[in-house]
């Protein structure tokens, strides 16, 4: 986490800095962004994390990895709990909160996902769509190590929604670390094939990325601030996919 304190300072200090004539206003450090997505893609996804992930899912049947997936999932309710609640939208924060408890208790821990079965959806919520909910812009385009893109907005929001999230509480450390490592290579296990059609999608992907992402915060800022009623009956929810 230190990496997206210094990164958003970096940030900071570069981004009144001119750029030039074909830059995008909101990549004021594209440069830099380009090194630390090489180093993310080329070096520690190609060399590490995609070999561990094609390994896990070779060897992890499809029924376990779902329940691992679910698992994770369920902690992350936690953060969309907290985030609903400071973004006032209590009928789904209080939706969010029982579908929590319900996983947690008749889906054995999280393993499964009974609370969309009984029609309470999977929502999306976190720090970085609260403080959009608040007026707060999302400042330069970030690529950081080991996490990937943000904006500074969003890394602010990572490191307090890391805060609330039961998975880096577990103790002892070395047991949270081996439980978050299983967490990376099972995200990175659901992504396996999204690589192959990025680079045979996109002629620059990290532009591709880059605009993509930005677009999917800017639309998911903009649902943080419907009102809570339309918030709730429109129910943007994402499920747990594999």
Request: one cysteine or more; aromatic letters at 8%.
């Amino acid at each position: 986490m230190r990496s997206l304190t210094t990164s958003v300072l970096i940030a900071s200090l570069v981004g009144g800095c001119a750029s030039g004539p074909n830059s995008d206003p909101r990549d004021p450090i594209e440069p830099l962004n380009r090194a630390v997505y090489s180093f993310n893609n080329d070096l520690l996804d190609q060399v590490l994390l995609k070999p561990l992930a094609e390994v896990y899912n070779h060897v992890v049947p499809d029924p376990v990895s779902e329940r691992v997936s679910c698992f994770f999932s369920n902690l992350g309710d936690v953060v969309v709990t907290g985030n609903d609640l400071l973004q006032l939208k209590f009928s789904q924060g209080l939706q969010d909160g029982i579908r929590f408890v319900y996983n947690t208790t008749f889906g054995l821990g999280g393993l499964f996902d009974v609370a969309t079965v009984w029609g309470l959806p999977k929502h999306n919520a976190d720090f970085g769509q609260t403080l959009g909910y608040w007026g707060v812009g999302p400042g330069p385009y970030l690529v950081l190590p080991l996490v990937g893109p943000r904006t500074a907005r969003d890394a602010v929001g990572l490191v307090t929604d890391s805060s609330l999230n039961l998975l880096y509480q577990i103790d002892p450390v070395a047991t949270r670390n081996k439980v978050v490592a299983l967490s990376i290579v099972d995200t990175r296990s659901n992504l396996l094939g999204a690589g192959n059609v990025l680079q045979e999608a996109a002629l620059d992907p990290y532009l591709f990325v880059r605009d993509a992402y930005l677009q999917r915060r800017e639309n998911l800022v903009r649902d943080a601030q419907q009102p809570a009623d339309d918030a709730v009956d429109g129910a943007t929810s994402e499920k747990v996919t594999k």
